[in-house]
C-alpha cells in the first residue's frame, strides 16, 4: 500500500471507523534513519490506533526505527515481510526476507528489546518454489521464538521473479487453508489473514478461527466498508456516520493541512469515492478530479464538489 495509505488518508479512514487499526504505509529503515524522519513518522494523533510497518533487514537498524516509531506514538510496529517488488528485492527486505527465517528473527529480538509496544510481522505463505507448508511453520516458529507478537498472513505465495506486485496480488491462488491450518498448528501465536478479503462479511467469518482479518485495497478504493466496520466487526451499537458527516470533520483537517502548505489534492485524491453510488457522486469526483490539482486550490473547491451530491 506504498504511497496509498499516507496519513492524510488515514485520518480519513478514522472518521469511517473508530476502532479499526490502521497500518502507515511501509517505510524503508534508510529513509528514517538517513532521511526526513519527522516526515516519515508525521501523523495526527486522530489516527489511532496506529501501526507503522518498516521494511528492512538490519537488526540495529531495525531495533533503531522501532524506537523512533514508539517515540512518536505508534502502537505497533510491523515488519514488512510481504512486499515482492523489485526494489523492495534490491534493498534486501520485504518478501524475499521469507528466505531469512533468521534473519526475521533477529530483526524482531532486537526490536522487542528496544521498545514495549508489539512487535509484528506480515508476510507470505511462501517465496516462488520454497513454499511448503514446512517452511511456513519454520519460518512462523523462528520469529514466534524471537518474541512476534503475532502474524499477519497474506494467504498467497509470492514470486519474486516473472510477475509484478500487481500481478501477485492476483495471479497466485488465494491459499486461506492455509492460514488457519497455521493457526490450528500455533494456537497461542495471535494470526491474522489477509488478501482477497473485500467486505466485512468475509472478514467477521474468518473471525471465529482467526484473530484479525486485515482489508487492503478494498478498504482504499470502497472506503465507505469501514463506516459499518464498528458495528459488524466490534458491535459498537453507535449509527455510523452519513458521508457528509464525514465530510464535515473532514473541513477543518484541509484547512490546517492547506494552510502548513499540503496541496489540496493531496488530501482529495483519498476521498474520491466518499459518495460512491450516490446521487452525484460522479460529478463530486469530476470537481475534484479537474480543479483539486490546480495552483492555489482551496476549500472552496471541495465545498464546491460537495455541492454536487445530496
Not at 469526483?285 to 465545498?303: F, K, M, N, T, W
Request: hydrophobic fraction near 45%.
Amino acid at each position: 500500500m506504498m504511497d496509498w495509505t499516507d496519513r492524510h488518508y488515514r485520518y480519513f479512514a478514522r472518521l469511517l471507523s473508530r476502532h479499526t487499526l490502521l497500518y502507515s504505509e511501509m517505510v524503508t529503515t534508510g529513509a528514517l534513519i538517513h532521511g526526513d524522519t519527522a516526515r516519515f513518522l508525521r501523523h495526527d494523533p486522530a489516527e489511532h490506533p496506529l501501526a507503522l510497518q518498516l521494511g528492512g533487514a538490519n537488526p540495529v537498524d531495525m531495533a533503531r526505527c522501532a524506537r523512533l516509531g514508539a517515540d512518536a506514538g505508534f502502537c505497533e510496529i510491523n515488519i514488512n515481510v510481504g512486499c515482492p517488488s523489485d526494489r523492495v528485492q534490491n534493498g534486501r527486505f520485504g518478501a524475499c526476507l521469507m528466505a531469512e527465517p533468521g534473519t526475521v528473527a533477529d530483526c524482531v529480538a532486537a526490536m522487542k528489546a528496544a521498545v514495549d509496544v508489539p512487535v509484528t510481522v506480515k508476510t507470505r505463505i511462501g517465496i516462488d518454489h520454497r513454499d511448503s507448508y514446512e517452511e511456513l511453520t519454520a519460518f512462523t516458529r523462528a520469529v514466534m521464538d524471537a518474541g512476534c507478537d503475532a502474524l499477519i498472513v497474506h494467504a498467497r505465495k509470492a514470486w519474486l521473479q516473472g510477475l509484478s506486485p500487481r500481478e501477485n496480488r492476483d495471479v497466485p491462488p488465494l491459499r486461506y487453508d492455509v492460514v488457519l491450518r497455521l493457526k490450528q498448528d500455533f494456537p497461542a501465536l495471535p494470526i491474522s489473514i489477509n488478501g482477497g478479503i473485500t467486505s466485512l462479511e468475509q472478514a467477521a467469518n474468518f473471525l471465529g478461527r482467526l484473530d484479525g482479518a486485515m482489508i487492503g485495497r478494498a478498504a482504499y478504493q470502497t472506503p465507505w466498508l469501514l463506516a459499518d466496520a464498528d458495528r459488524v466487526i466490534f458491535h459498537d451499537p453507535a449509527p455510523p456516520p452519513t458521508p457528509h458527516e464525514v465530510l464535515d470533520a473532514m473541513v477543518p483537517y484541509v484547512e490546517r493541512q492547506l494552510a502548513d502548505g499540503v496541496p489540496l489534492n493531496s488530501i482529495t485524491r483519498h476521498i474520491l469515492g466518499l459518495f460512491h453510488a450516490r446521487p452525484g457522486a460522479r460529478r463530486w469526483r469530476q470537481v475534484l478530479s479537474e480543479q483539486a490539482h490546480c495552483p492555489g486550490a482551496g476549500i472552496d473547491v471541495l465545498r464546491a464538489a460537495a455541492a454536487q451530491v445530496r
